[in-house]
Structure formats: C-alpha cells, structure tokens
C-alpha cells in the first residue's frame, strides 16, 4: 500500500504553501529544495525552518490547531485570502500522517492567534479563562444567564486602576486560574458585581474590582453595555487581555488595547 509520503508530490502540487505542523527533521528536510513556501507551525523551531509561525497551545482537536496555523501565517503575511494551502499534521502519534488541503478565506481571521501570541499573559492562562467564560456562557449561574469580566495580565497596573467593591475572596490566597476547585469559585463568584483580575501566570490576584479608566476614545459595538466599556477602557490603559461575558446575549468578547479582538459564541463552540 502507497504511503502518505509517496502521493505528496500530488498533493502539494500548485499549492501556494505548504504548512507543516510540528514536523521531524528528516520529514522538514524533504520539502526544502522545492518551489512552494514551506512554513513550519511548531511550538518551538526546532528544524531552524526559515519560515516559522509559533503554536503556543498543543490544539488537541486537529481542525483548531490547522486554523489556528493559518491565521498565524495570515497574521505573518505568508498566506492571504484565496491561497491554496497545503496542512500537514498529526492526527495519531505516529508522525505527520494527515493532509489538508484548504483555500485561505477571512473567515479564518478570527483574531485568536494574535490574542494568545501577542498578549502579556502565557497563552495557556488566556485559554484558561477562556474556557471558564464559555462554560459559564454555556451553563450559567444556577440555569440562569450571567456576566462576568476577567481581566488578565499586567495585574499590578490594573489593580492601581480599580478600587474593591467588597472583601477579595483572593487576597491570601496563591489559586491558579485552570484548577478545577478555583474554576468553580470563579463561576460561583461571577454572580457579584466587579470584575476578576488574573495575574500573567494564571495567579487569582482579586475578585470584586471596580475599574476606573477613563472610557474617553474607547470605541465599542452599539447595544454592549458597561461591563464591555471597562474591559475596553482598562486595555487601553495597560497590557492587560479583557474577556467579558455577555450577560444580555451570551457571547464572550475578548479586547486588547482598547479594541473588540474576538467574539465567541459558547453554544458553537
């Protein structure tokens, strides 16, 4: 039986680029002397590729991490929208053993890549939080909807621009966000007024924070209320990410530097 490796001359034929997902060296090596643009979506660049993109997540779900890959390339310029794009990943353990072939559209750009590579916080503590946003989008508060808004990286500036509303649950403490015991704090804490502040390394550094940035130029959609104003308004004024959920229409929005970045339905995700 033909291997993967005997047909990719076929498939990579007439490909603007082709996209390898944590390759071996020896499988890297195969692709260097031939016309189209290789690019090598890893966690590291560990085969000295001249063209890298970097995958801070390990994207277990394949279709993610081939998304994911492209917008890093789209975000790098590599590829543009009606390339035809060749994705060589993993499916099993054994080695690159799946191919995609995908036609690159706008719809790709969902501004995720740029939110985990480029923000403060570790990406793992982006996702983290993410993830805490849309189970409660999901499920919300005792069946019922909810908001919520974390504010995450560059947690001491943030703090010197909120004030307590009440006593932080968090203050003595040293919980991580991505536990599954403080998730379930988080939830349960949500249905108080303020917002969370996490810390670059996942560090709960308070619940309950009123934020006071100016929300002068801070340009938001029509129909999002308060709580989105103070997440665009506090990323303006510091290097932190905002994640907010919608209590009125369920969506988790993301911002950065003042600026609506991703928007999230919980049921589709």
Do not use: W
Request: aromatic share 8%; proline share 4%; hydrophobic share 40%.
């Amino acid at each position: 039986m033909a291997s993967l490796t005997d047909h990719l001359s076929d498939l990579v034929e007439d490909a603007d680029a082709v996209l390898l997902f944590s390759p071996t060296s020896s499988f890297h090596d195969r692709f260097e002397d031939g016309d189209t643009e290789i690019v090598v979506v890893a966690p590291d660049n560990d085969v000295d590729a001249e063209v890298f993109v970097e995958l801070p997540l390990p994207f277990d779900n394949v279709k993610d991490r081939i998304r994911f890959g492209i917008e890093g390339a789209m975000d790098a310029e590599l590829v543009s929208e009606g390339d035809e794009v060749v994705c060589i990943a993993s499916v099993f353990d054994g080695g690159s053993d799946a191919v995609v072939r995908v036609t690159v559209d706008e719809t790709v750009h969902t501004g995720i890549y740029d939110l985990f590579v480029n923000s403060r916080a570790e990406p793992s503590v982006i996702r983290d939080v993410f993830e805490v946003a849309i189970e409660l989008g999901q499920k919300g508060q005792k069946g019922k909807p909810v908001g919520a808004l974390f504010v995450v990286g560059d947690a001491g500036k943030v703090m010197n621009k909120s004030r307590p509303l009440s006593y932080n649950p968090f203050e003595k403490s040293h919980v991580h966000v991505g536990d599954p015991i403080v998730n379930v704090m988080l939830k349960e804490f949500s249905r108080l007024d303020g917002a969370f502040v996490v810390s670059d390394s996942g560090k709960i550094v308070s619940a309950y924070r009123y934020l006071e940035p100016g929300a002068e130029g801070v340009d938001i959609p029509k129909g999002l209320g308060a709580r989105h104003m103070a997440g665009g308004a506090i990323t303006r004024d510091t290097n932190a990410t905002a994640i907010v959920l919608s209590e009125s229409d369920g969506l988790v929005r993301a911002f950065k530097a003042g600026e609506l970045v991703l928007e999230i339905d919980p049921e589709e995700y």
